[in-house]
């Protein structure tokens, strides 16, 4: 049984990544501390998985204050949306798989 | 990778999904509650019409005396509060109980949606009772809030869409009706509610 992982994207090896990857393609925009309180996750690790995710251009950010605090906003990119789709489609294709 | 970790990895997703576009903590008792509310309101409101009738010996069932009018409002608005502070009380509890946040992108946008037809229902129902056309009330309140509901549930359980489509369909009907506004308030806002409130509670076993 071979199972071709170079399907599997590098970026969605973290399980942090993977899971802001999936809130973000569920919803037309998230802000910094909805994602913290849903993942549960820290501002520091929260923060520098965005950074990679931002890096891959797979999310798109767009800071804005309102009144005087600063809002983030985070948004799926179509690359994104697309490596997202394929990466579930690569998990999916190993369950069958591993079946037959 | 093992294949169950892979599910649980897959579940966790489709459940992450889930709980970050829509909010689920609305709680299936608060419509049977509304249900109730509105039943014994429509209660009271029989046995106004009848006394009043009665009273004036004046007949014909297909009008409302303008002279009960503000008490009916009343009544209805008395309905609406109630329903509304207990919806509120218990969903609050439910997210409570969940550990899900109650105020989150799900939540906004679930009220952002349902406000905009409310509110022009709520105008629209103002208008209609300051110009005394009065057999249009009930079906305009079942129709607003059916597509309230309709354009909710994006955000929320989509059974609440099939809520939603049956009260819109009585609310036309209603008004195909008139003169049976009573009937149609206490199977769209009283008996729809408590049906649609315990299969919501069993189904999601809150």
């Avoid at chain 2, 409002?73 to 009380?89: K, N, P």
């Avoid at chain 2, 997210?95 to 906004?108: A, L, V």
């Avoid at chain 2, 229902?121 to 110009?131: A, P």
Wanted: with cysteine; charged share 20%; net charge positive.
């Amino acid at each position: 049984m071979k199972i071709s992982l170079e399907q599997f994207d590098k970026a969605f090896e973290n399980r942090l990544r993977l899971q802001i990857m999936s809130v973000l393609v569920a919803n037309e925009s998230y802000d910094f501390n909805s994602l913290k309180e849903l993942l549960a996750a820290t501002d520091g690790n929260l923060a520098s998985h965005l950074k990679a995710l931002e890096k891959e251009d797979y999310i798109t950010v767009k800071k804005s204050f309102i009144g005087r605090k600063p809002n983030t906003q985070y948004v799926a990119s179509q690359s994104g949306r697309e490596a997202f789709i394929k990466h579930l489609e690569a998990l999916e294709n190993l369950i069958k798989n591993q079946k037959t | 990778m093992k294949e169950e970790s892979i599910y649980s990895e897959l579940s966790s997703i489709r459940s992450l999904m889930e709980r970050s576009s829509k909010f689920i903590s609305l709680s299936g008792l608060s419509g049977v509650m509304a249900g109730v509310y509105a039943l014994a309101g429509a209660f009271f409101a029989q046995r106004l019409i009848q006394q009043q009738e009665d009273s004036a010996h004046t007949g014909g069932e297909y009008t409302v005396h303008s002279s009960i009018v503000p008490q009916l409002t009343l009544m209805a608005i008395a309905v609406l509060l109630l329903s509304i502070t207990t919806c509120v009380i218990l969903t609050l509890r439910q997210s409570r109980k969940k550990g899900e946040p109650s105020w989150h992108p799900g939540s906004k946008r679930l009220l952002t949606s349902i406000a905009l037809p409310l509110i022009t229902g709520g105008i629209f129902i103002t208008i209609l009772l300051l110009r005394a056309e009065y057999w249009l009330i009930v079906p305009a309140c079942l129709i607003f809030y059916g597509l309230a509901l309709v354009s909710g549930s994006h955000y929320t359980f989509s059974d609440v869409k099939w809520l939603g489509l049956f009260e819109i369909l009585l609310g036309l009907t209603c008004a195909l009706l008139p003169g049976s506004g009573l009937l149609f308030w206490v199977i769209g806002f009283g008996v729809l509610h408590i049906l649609y409130g315990f299969i919501m509670h069993f189904k999601y076993k809150q």
